[in-house]
């Protein structure tokens, strides 16, 4: 279960507590609520309290980022939030796309006196596709939120997925490539990204794949990088040590391509990924300290510890210091969807890009606006009774929508105004 974040009366951050514990602050009155999600407690009768550091700790994905926040106990470290954060990015693409239809569409049209627009637009250094640079800003949101609801001394951000430097140890073995060491995980990530997470004999995806070095050992095969790939189980199992040449025998332009992509020193272009790099700038301009470590290593340290495959657990396990990292029984992370904050566009269109419906008048109607975190209260019904969530959607003639009940405004009250985000997990 995630902690409940404490402020303190003067709204210093102080360390998280346990949900039993803010219940009982919140029962005897010394603690007040201040944002139902994430559950944050302020409380009224301290300024200041104990800490202990902790460190905000990300693994950026593509479409969904792990978020965990370590705290050093004496006792040891130890995650006390977590959240999976996932992103909008195909929705803004979906969006865009049709915009830019329908643009080019109206723009075709018979306009005699319509200036060309070309050639007209400047992109600055370090920009990314809207798509992309809304994870960077779902990340630093979230980095900037944490910030002030907890005491963070430090970030650490897994931004490659291998780390050439730790594969680099001499004297490493072919055993330690199939498990074990640091080294062995960061060469798997180099190999997975390079021979495209495929066996490279039959081209097959998803399946588990094992490590073979394509001059096999027992003919005097080298360990070095170059004559390792990447085989499912049936074809490493059929290889055996067979020599390749023998084994594509009567697949040449297979034998070919392997030879040449073995040889071929993977770009370190490829193993860079802009979003995740522009992540760690941006959570630099914070001002805290941040580190940024390799994804082998986060795998070597949650496999080490026994731990299963979750964004947020992988969050925890970044860097050196998650190799040491407890992750209570049972723990449960929130659950957070980026939703944005609504549209600009005042009218609907149809397929074609022609205006559709009303032209929206407000964004607001009573106070609320979709995305609000409310209480729906109805006395009579189908829906009777009390319901908790977000509002999916609200309309001009007053009434909104909340799960599936589609009531009358009097009828909600406002719990918390909309924040760009929806989630899922149960307050305390
Ligand atoms: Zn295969």
Known sequence: ????????????????CHPARARKLLRHGRAAVFRRQPFTIILSD???????????????????????????????????????????????????TDRRMF???RRGRHCRYRPARFDNRTRKAGWLPPSLMSRVN???????????????????????????????????SGVQYQQGTLAGYEVREYLLEKWCRRCAYCGAENVPLEIDHIHPKSRGGS?????????CVPCNQAKSNRPVEDFLARDLKRLARIKAQAKAPLK???AVNATRYAIG???????????????????????AQGYAKAHWIDAACV????????????FQPLIIQATGRGRRRVRGNDRYGFPRGKPRTQKRVYGFQTGDLAELKCLAGKSAGAHVGRIKSIRSRGWFVLDKHDRPAREFRLLQRADGYAYTAATA
């Open 1 to 16: 279960m995630n902690r409940v974040f404490v402020l303190s009366r003067t709204r210093t951050p102080l360390m998280p």
């Open 46 to 96: 301290r300024e200041a309290g104990e800490i202990q550091p902790v460190v905000f700790k990300a693994d950026p994905g593509s479409k969904t980022t792990g978020l965990a926040l370590v705290a050093e106990f004496q006792r040891g470290r130890q995650v006390v939030w977590a959240a999976n954060l996932t992103h909008r990015g195909h929705r803004i693409k979906a969006a865009l």
């Open 103 to 105: 643009r080019r569409g």
């Open 138 to 172: 779902n990340v630093s949101a979230w980095y900037s939120r944490l910030l002030d609801r907890t005491p963070i001394t430090a970030a650490q951000v897994e931004t490659v997925r291998f780390d050439t430097q730790a594969m680099q140890t001499p004297g490493i």
């Open 223 to 231: 360990e070095r990088i170059s004559n390792l790939t990447l085989a």
């Open 268 to 270: 370190d272009a490829a």
């Open 281 to 303: 700038d941006t959570l630099k301009t914070f001002g805290l300290p941040v580190s940024f470590w390799s994804g082998g290593r986060t795998k070597f340290n949650r496999t």
């Open 319 to 330: 860097g050196e210091e998650g190799s040491d990292v407890k992750v209570p029984y049972g």
